[in-house]
């Protein structure tokens, strides 16, 4: 399945690069205190504005990279993310991996790339953000996707997968499979339509519905 694109107004947190790896490992929420982060000189930083906080598995984000350097704007990227994490309980950390960056901006100059990433110094902290695209063909960064609006203002993108179609499923716009447009009929029909007929991808085998239940369909030799 194609990960989901998710649009928030603002969610942030800080990080760290990792030796020799593209990821960024986030830090503890205290490490916003004190930076240019819009919420850098709140005393407690609510959870909810916490990018951990809002996103899951299989869900891309836009995001702004972000480093300071003496207190003065150095270095941003811009590009697409994906969260995940590591370990459970107390050991439990999240990451999040740079899939590809849309523009890297140094001083007064934005440059745009071809998807390559932005060296980051594991010395620093870095501050992310997630970012609203403002230019219409950046929402076009994955391919066979198409742009839609969940939310008022939030541009999301869906990446169609094959054989699917689009459609809303709860209450989200995406790409609906084979299984999935099958619990949509059961859902809203309690049962299919006698007559039926559907693929059993585990028995790799037709079936017949016959108003009571599904039975494979055996076809005849000549």
């Not at 620093?124 to 742009?147: A, C, G, R």
């Not at 108003?211 to 494979?216: D, I, L, M, Q, T």
């Amino acid at each position: 399945m194609k990960k989901k694109m998710k649009a928030i107004t603002f969610a942030t947190t800080a990080a760290t690069a990792i030796k020799n790896s593209d990821d960024l490992e986030i830090l503890g929420i205290e490490h916003l205190r004190g930076t240019k982060s819009p919420l850098g000189n709140s005393e407690v930083i609510p959870e909810q504005f916490c990018i951990t906080k809002r996103f899951t598995k299989q869900e891309n984000f836009f995001y702004t990279a972000t480093v300071y350097e003496n207190g003065l704007f150095d270095t941003q990227e811009i590009g697409v993310a994906e969260l995940y994490s590591k370990g459970a309980g107390k050991n439990k950390k999240f990451y999040i991996k740079r899939e590809k960056s849309l523009y890297i901006i140094k001083g007064t100059l934005k440059s745009k790339t071809r998807g390559e990433l932005c060296d980051f110094d594991s010395n620093q902290v870095i501050i992310v953000e997630t970012h609203i695209p403002e230019l219409f063909k950046d929402l076009f960064v994955k391919p066979n996707s198409v742009p839609c609006s969940i939310d008022a203002h939030l541009p999301t993108i869906v990446e169609i997968e094959e054989n699917c179609l689009l459609g809303r499923l709860n209450n989200i716009i995406q790409s609906i499979d084979q299984n999935e447009l099958w619990s949509i009929l059961l859902r809203n029909n309690k049962k299919p339509v006698k007559g039926s007929i559907r693929y059993n991808n585990k028995d790799e085998c037709f079936e017949g519905y016959n108003g009571e239940r599904w039975r494979s369909l055996t076809w005849g030799e000549k």
